[in-house]
Nanobody, 115 residues
């Protein structure tokens, strides 16, 4: 089992920045990808950014150039640096850890961007 705890959400004005953190514990050796997803009210959960243990990253088109995902090893800690935030970035952000046979989720952290 893997447990994920997110932190760093909050309220920020448009154009501002926030940094989200996610700490994994438990059987982290099984993790091969860590990612951030978000879900806005009335919308489906969507991938924001992901990073593999080899350091490969991918981003949603809507956040490219503004958000950066980073991790020492994509197994126990992952960060999401969010710059130039827009009101449409408002959502609950979830940390995700992917393993061969399972996916794990954090409890989510609210990010609210005011215009």
């Amino acid at each position: 089992q893997v447990q994920l705890v997110e932190s760093g959400g909050g309220l920020v004005q448009a154009g501002g920045s926030l940094r989200l953190s996610c700490a994994a514990s438990g059987s982290t050796f099984i993790i091969n990808t860590m990612a951030w997803y978000r879900q806005a009210p009335g919308r489906l959960r969507e991938l924001v950014a992901a990073i593999t243990t080899s350091g490969r990253t991918n981003y949603a088109d809507s956040v490219k150039g503004r958000f950066t995902i980073s991790s020492p090893n994509a197994k126990d800690t992952v960060y999401l640096q969010m710059n130039s935030l827009k009101p449409e970035d408002t959502a609950v952000y979830y940390c995700n850890a992917g393993a061969t046979w399972n996916n794990y989720w954090g409890q989510g952290t609210q990010v609210t961007v005011s215009s």
